[in-house]
């Protein structure tokens, strides 16, 4: 198929984004994802929280792990930030996204930044991915791909409402 036919994994915009940061199909660095989850493991906070370790965030960690993700142009409805991708980033975090995997059902790993420690992301056992920052939990995809494609262009993520599941969520 010629090139100017093929189609991309992600919106023109965001794949051209993905790349720049040094991202391209089939990358896969498991050795740094097993890195990121024996550190995690090995974490226990003060309140003895662990941190949830498993496929969807060791495979997110080995496509995309180590980017720093510079989005073009002013976004659609928010002004889009760079996204680092370092579980490491949340390290420190294991009580609040285990308070959000309880409160949704389900467990939630670190995935790494937006902006400078503005805000953590973080997926789920079924690769959801969300942002938690000091205005509250966010429901940025049902997996990274579209999370990517919000962070990346600006859309409005949609904030997680107390007593919601992550099937369909609601402002």
């Known amino acids: ?19 720049e940061a040094g991202w391209q199909p089939g990358r896969w660095d498991i050795k740094i994802a097993e890195q990121w989850a024996d550190a995690l493991r090995a974490h226990v906070s003060p309140g003895g929280h662990r941190h949830s370790v498993f496929p969807a965030a060791v495979e997110a960690w080995a496509e995309f792990g180590g980017l720093q993700v510079t989005a ?19 390290l420190h975090l294991a009580r609040t ?32 991915v969300y942002g938690l920052d000091h205005t509250g939990d966010w429901f940025l995809g049902h997996d990274i791909d579209a999370a990517l494609a919000t962070l990346i262009t600006g859309a409005q993520p949609t904030r997680l409402a107390t007593g919601q599941t992550t099937d369909s969520p609601t402002p």
């Open 72 to 90: 073009p142009g002013t976004g659609r409805q928010i002004a889009p930030a760079t996204l680092r991708f370092d579980p490491l980033a949340g």
């Open 1 to 19: 198929m010629p090139d100017h036919l093929s189609t991309t994994r992600f919106p023109v915009n965001v794949d051209a984004a993905l790349r």
């Open 97 to 128: 996204l285990a308070d959000l995997g309880r409160a949704l059902d389900t467990e939630i790993a670190p995935l790494g930044e937006e902006g400078e420690h503005q805000a953590v992301l973080a997926i789920d056992l079924e690769g959801r």
